[in-house]
């Protein structure tokens, strides 16, 4: 744990809305900062979990976010690798089909952690609320904020089973309550105006479900991410190892292409994806429960700052700052990495005044290049409402970088280098300004090796030859080859602030 700050004022208390991964992780960061820490949530926590929760996808922990991870807590991704997580390595252990094909295979580095949402809370809570100044109030939901446009007193919380209101104080509140308006209409009733939110409604829905794979399939541990085709019928989907020998598979979609909830239709959904690997991976598969889901997500992200003022006092973390399209898996890390930005304003700061404006503005920092790497698609999207959009100028410079992203993504399924890139922006290590590395361009100029497209097929299933697994997992010949004749756009305009900008030219 850091060391509290000694300019600290003392008999200050934090309150943390939202007990999830968020919330137990700023929890911890408060902690030696101030006399208590309350943690207020929604659900039950105390009991051992027996697995992912119903309607969630796997968790993945991004390269970039697992480092984040490792910082706050040593030695907890060998922790979790210990209770049954995976570490994947980007295009070696899992297959990544872009909108121009599959990444080419062989890239070091870059990597995932894999497990189920469940296993991550219980590990992470089991190092974080046990501090003797912590106290966690289960079955508890936010109800409202107190105080007023310029500074945060507290909050109204309600016992969910006895319908129980009751006011606590404190001079920090972090909202970690997740997606949903709640936090924005909370805010607002402070007396300001209604928050900006940069809000992508696509429609996005998710169908999830968890399978035990054929053993002669699961033995090369062929994790598979799609992307989806925001311009054709933009489904998408991931088939990811968790602990117990269980895979989970999500299907995503959106408007008017919601993956279906029933077993006949998961599978089916799951034939019209852009390849069909990761149905023929569920061919014999042994499903482990039902097909769970949820509809109507909305990418959002919170900009306080544009507000006429924000009251002192008030953190917003995790996917109530910045939520995303669960097929991008960004929640888990995009929260790590806050939550460092978190840690080094606690430092610095201490609980001072100073603290919430430029904890804000680092967490908003820490979570823009996730969100510019993984919104342009859903804009692209027909159906997708959106409350912010660029301007002429701003637009016409997305087009001529998006079309340069397309030769990057086209060079990436053969070219050393560009894939190298892609791998590092997918994973969160570098930002989209790696794209214009001299090697990237000239491997964008050069176009892709066609002499090395199409020479291998996607991986094993029914009907397809399979390479014997390379002892790290997925066999280096497996899902690399061809390129989808539907991946004909580009998955995202990897533009350097692109997204950012464009708002502000507008």
Known sequence: MASPNPTSPKGRTALVLGGGLAGALAAYELAPYVDSVTVVDRGHRHGPGAGPAPDEPALMLHAAGARALERLHPGILDELVAAGAHRLGMTTDMAVLTLRGWLAHGCEGGFVITCSRDLARRVVRGRTLGQANITVLENTEAVSLTGDAYVLTGAVVRDRATGRMRRLDAQIVVDATGRGKGVTRRISELGLPPVPVDSLDGGIAYATRTFRLAPHIAAGRPAVHIQPDPSNDSRGGTLLPVEGDRWIATLVGMRGTEPPLDEAGFMKYAARLRDPALVELLAGAEPLGPVHGRQSLVNRRVHLKWLPRVPKGLVLLGEAETCFNPVYGYGASTTAMATLALRRGLARYGTGDK??????????????????????????????????????????????????????????????????????????????????????????LRGP??????????????????????????????????TPEASVVPGVPVVPGADERARQAH
């Open 355 to 444: 603290l919430t404006p430029r904890v804000r503005r680092d967490i908003a920092k820490a979570t823009m290049g996730a969100w510019g790497t993984s919104s342009p698609g859903e804009r692209r999207h027909p159906g997708t409402v959106a409350t912010m959009r660029p301007g002429r100028a701003a637009l016409a410079v997305m087009r001529v970088l998006g079309r340069y992203s397309d030769r990057v993504l086209r060079a990436g399924t053969s070219r050393p280098a560009a894939t190298r890139a892609l791998v590092d922006i997918i994973t969160l290590s570098r930002t989209p300004a790696a794209l214009l590395a001299p090697s990237v361009v000239l491997a964008a």
């Open 449 to 482: 090796d066609e002499g090395a497209q199409g020479t291998t097929p996607p991986p094993a299933a029914a009907g397809r030859a399979v390479a014997p697994p390379h002892p790290r997992g997925l066999d280096r010949g497996g899902l690399q080859g061809r």
